[in-house]
């Protein structure tokens, strides 16, 4: 003989609030990761300024332009993952970004006296005293227009891809 228990009328409206308060949960957690995505992928700009450098080589002559010189304030740590580097350019012509360690050049053929290390900036960090200087040379005259860098970076939990710097205009002439 089979016994069944007597059913209660409460418990639907408790399956009901179970349902509801998982659901409130849920919806909650959802809001939460995407919070948290958004803080992680959206860092603080980075300095820029609208101010062109106008820089002038000779074909066959590196030219070192500095586009990334952060202000004395500037108090952040950044792990860079690269440097983006966008140029327009009326012929062919070779541009390699650096980062310069404890200094900052402007405009020079030689980096040397203004930067006592310029190394390849992808897995390096970048801090106050730092900058970002870009190497063009080419074998022929030419006119090249230099967007800002973007540097794609690490700080702490955040991580993204900002512009930084100032744009350049560079121009070889023939020797």
């Avoid at 070779?94 to 290390?117: I, K, N, Q, W, Y």
């Avoid at 794609?152 to 900002?162: C, D, N, P, V």
């Amino acid at each position: 003989m089979a016994v069944s228990a007597p059913v209660s009328e409460s418990e639907p409206a408790v399956v009901r609030r179970r349902w509801r308060r998982s659901v409130v949960l849920a919806a909650v957690l959802v809001v939460l990761a995407g919070l948290v995505t958004w803080y992680v992928n959206h860092p603080r700009a980075l300095p820029t300024t609208d101010r062109t450098i106008n820089a002038a080589t000779v074909t066959g002559r590196p030219v070192y332009v500095g586009v990334f010189v952060p202000p004395a304030d500037f108090d952040r740590t950044l792990e860079v993952s690269g440097v983006k580097v966008h140029v327009t350019a009326n012929t062919r012509l070779t541009v390699v970004p650096h980062l310069c360690r404890g200094g900052s050049v402007a405009v020079t053929t030689d980096p040397g006296p203004f930067c006592p290390e310029l190394v390849d900036p992808e897995g390096e960090r970048f801090g106050a005293g730092d900058s970002i200087v870009l190497e063009v040379s080419a074998d022929e005259a030419a006119i090249a227009v230099v967007d800002r860098v973007r540097l794609g970076f690490r700080e702490g939990l955040q991580w993204g891809t900002e512009e930084a710097g100032a744009p350049a205009i560079v121009t070889v002439q023939a020797r």
